[in-house]
Structures are given as C-alpha cells and as structure tokens.
C-alpha cells in the first residue's frame, strides 16, 4: 500500500496496512529546508504546493496537512521592489505596504507606517497564580519596561472584560472594547457595570478613528 492508498483507506473508513501518518510543521521549517525560499512559499500557491511534497520525500510520511490561506494570484504583479536588510528579505508593495521575511519565521507586514514592535504572552496555566495572565497587569508592566511607555499616555484596544480590566489594573489611561473576534460576547458581559470600557467600537479601524477622535493627546 503506498501513502496515497494509505490515506484514502483511513478516510474511507476502511483499515490500511498501518496508521498513516500525517504532519504538519512549521513553515519556518519549510523556509529552511525545502528550497525556493519563504517570500516565494509564503506568497505562491505553487511554490506552498512544492514546499509540502519536499517536505513529505524528505521524511517519508503519508498525507500533508495543510491550511492554506486566500493567496492573490496576481502577488508577483504587485511587487515594487525587494531588498536583502540582514537575514530578512523585504518586499515593498506598490500600495506601500512592506513584508518582512526572516529566512526561518513568518513573514509580516507593515502597513502605512504602523508595525507591531513586540508580542507578549502568559505561558501559564490558569491555575498557577502567575502576574501576568490577564485580568492581572502582568503583560502591560512588561511591555513598560521593554519599550518605556508611559501608561498614563496609553490606549488600550481589546475584545475581552479581562483585556479591559488589566488595562485598568495597570493604570492605561484609556481602554476601547472591540465587537470583533470575542467582543460582542464582552460587550453583552460589561454593560451597565463600572468597570466597562471607555468606548465600544465596531472593529479596530472604527476604534483607531474615535481614539483619534476623542483624545486630547492626539491633538494636532
Ligand atoms: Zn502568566
């Protein structure tokens, strides 16, 4: 039985030779290891297509997991310019957008000047009693520290009571609660109680307008 029969066996409910094994990992991994390079894996669906039968010859197992992104097929046609800045590749977008490709990570984006600086995150369990797994204000104290913010100048946009209350907790001047992803769930949850957000806001473009709106600190 070869892995293609392998699989169609397993998924039709009848029994194969062995169980077939399936695997996933990393695109980091594939960046790495399966030629072609991650602007080109992350962006073209041939060369994703290209990366996972790489990997599957490389270690033999039967079926690819995949779950593939929208991807414009038209990418290519919207390339200004690309420049090597150290290990990462960076592609410049005509609508002046910039990709960030590490050789070994995810790729990211910058948009219209904006760019994501760090990303915090609680490795605790619930029950560990840890400072930083919000509603505590663990995460922001940190932020703080590695980027000098000074919180009595900080917004905070979350979709959650708990994003909300660690604001509060660590003393952020402003918080905004967004409907998306968890937020109308959070917003059904804070009405009416004290410690609701400053503002609820559509999504968080709608939130950037009215923080832009409302904020005495973003006077021009
Ligand atoms: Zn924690």
Not at 19 to 35: D, E, I, K, R, T
Not at 95 to 113: K, L, Y
Not at 117 to 134: E, G, L, N, S, W
Not at 142 to 169: C, N, T, W, Y
Request: net charge neutral.
């Amino acid at each position: 039985m070869n892995s293609k029969e392998r699989v169609s066996t397993a998924m039709d409910h009848r029994e194969p030779d062995r169980v077939p094994v399936m695997c996933q990992l990393s695109l980091g991994h594939y960046f790495l290891h399966a030629g072609g390079g991650a602007v080109e894996i992350w962006h073209d669906t041939a060369a994703f297509g290209d990366a996972l039968l790489a990997m599957r010859r490389r270690y033999g197992f039967d079926g690819i997991l995949v779950n593939l992104p929208g991807r414009d097929p038209r990418w290519r046609g919207q390339i200004a310019s690309m420049e090597q800045r150290g290990r990462d590749t960076l592609v410049h977008w005509a609508n002046g957008a910039v990709t960030t490709a590490p050789p070994d990570d995810n790729p990211h984006v910058r948009a219209a000047g904006g760019e994501i600086r760090d990303i915090f995150f609680c490795p605790h369990h619930p029950d560990q009693a840890c400072t930083c797994r919000k509603p505590r204000p663990g995460l922001i104290w940190a932020a703080r520290e590695r980027h000098a913010i000074d919180l009595s100048r900080a917004v905070m946009v979350g979709d959650s009571p708990k994003d909300i209350a660690a604001a509060r907790a660590a003393g952020v001047r402003l918080t905004v609660l967004v409907r998306t992803g968890n937020g109308a769930e959070a917003e059904k949850a804070l009405s009416g109680r004290l410690d609701r957000p400053d503002h609820v806001a559509a999504d968080l473009f709608a939130a950037v307008d009215w923080i832009i709106a409302h904020d005495p600190l973003c006077a021009p």
